[in-house]
Nanobody, 121 residues
């Protein structure tokens, strides 16, 4: 079972990036998919989550109105569209999968390898 995250990079403040997370090895039917991030010297924090059919979507307050999470279940892929990026968004971004719709990292049993997002001021 693998989650492969991609799409990170270096962008100027105000710019945009789209992260992708492709699942392989099994289907994640019924699973919540989420994005977390971890900045240097800080704990991993929840960014966004989306339920299997997309009826449930949750964002941390600092990204509301700027980030959009969506998924394509036919492709077993979840995306994070990030607009109006700020230097404080700089972090390694991880995708994760869980059978429950929660913000708590410990309930996510599957994790991608992370992709670096760097926002310059």
């Amino acid at each position: 079972v693998q989650l492969q995250a991609s799409g990170g990079g270096l962008v100027q403040a105000g710019g945009s990036l789209r992260l992708s997370c492709a699942a392989s090895g099994r289907t994640f039917e019924g699973y919540t998919m989420a994005w977390f991030r971890q900045a240097p010297g800080k704990e991993r924090e929840f960014v966004a989550a989306i339920s299997w059919r997309g009826a449930g979507i949750d964002y941390t307050d600092s990204v509301k109105g700027r980030f959009t999470i969506f998924r394509d279940n036919a492709k077993n892929t979840v995306y994070l569209q990030m607009n109006s990026l700020k230097p404080e968004d700089t972090a390694v971004y991880y995708c994760a999968a869980a059978s429950r719709f929660l913000r708590v990292a410990s309930i996510y049993g599957y994790w991608g390898q992370g992709t670096q997002v760097t926002v310059s001021s």
